[in-house]
């Protein structure tokens, strides 16, 4: 595995070694804070307590065992998936959570015509090929079918400490297969999404040129 591929790896090991380190110095301090009688700063909240230190070492752990897990399956972040020349799907860690979202490779006709800024065509495309997924899968608030998710859905589980990583893990192969493989099970949803997708393309290009005209 190459050290671009580890990074995130590496990085959440040294945040839990960093983390163990600072539960040492705040029982340390604990103990100062007693021996002196120092009761109003022992119940003061200025400091970082054992307990809320030890809660995001577990919220780390469990995001390095998922990543250790993905990395198992030669999944990692920053990988790009690509479900058309131009639109491809990658994860990446933010904000503590694994995110997953859509890009376009080449936004600059999207840019320049209708949203002109690039991480907004980013969120455009990502939530243009939500709603067509759940179109196709028949989610909605009036569906009643049982199981049918949005792709926003999806992603939130993926998100969700709740959900078991070995979940988790089933969730991203089956979105990288639904997106990088025209003859796997998601084959047909694939197609669809394409063609959709294709199509959303040609009908904006033709407001352009009528506008121009």
Known sequence: MSEDKRKIIQILEKEIEVL??????VREYEQF??????????????????????????HLEKQLDLYQKMADENIYLGEEYYLTDNIYFSMSHMNGNLSC??????????????????????????????????????????SYAWGTKSLKDLFEQIKNEEVSNDEKLILI????????????????LRKALIYMIDAQFKVMKEFVEDEND
Not at 20 to 25: G, L, N, R, T, V
Not at 34 to 55: A, P, T
Not at 110 to 133: A, K, M, P, R, V
Not at 173 to 188: H, Q, S
């Open 20 to 25: 163990d380190k600072k539960i040492e110095e």
């Open 33 to 58: 804070l007693y021996k002196e009688g120092l009761e109003d700063l022992r119940r003061s909240n200025i400091s970082v307590n054992e307990y809320q230190l030890k809660e995001e070492i577990k």
């Open 101 to 142: 979202y859509f890009y376009i490779n080449d936004d600059s006709w999207l840019y320049e015509n209708f949203i002109s800024s690039h991480s907004g065509c980013n969120d455009w495309i990502t939530e243009f090929i939500n709603q067509q997924y759940s179109l196709l899968s028949g989610n909605s608030a009036y």
């Open 173 to 188: 192969k089956n979105i990288i297969e639904m997106i990088t493989k025209p003859d796997g099970k998601f084959g047909k």
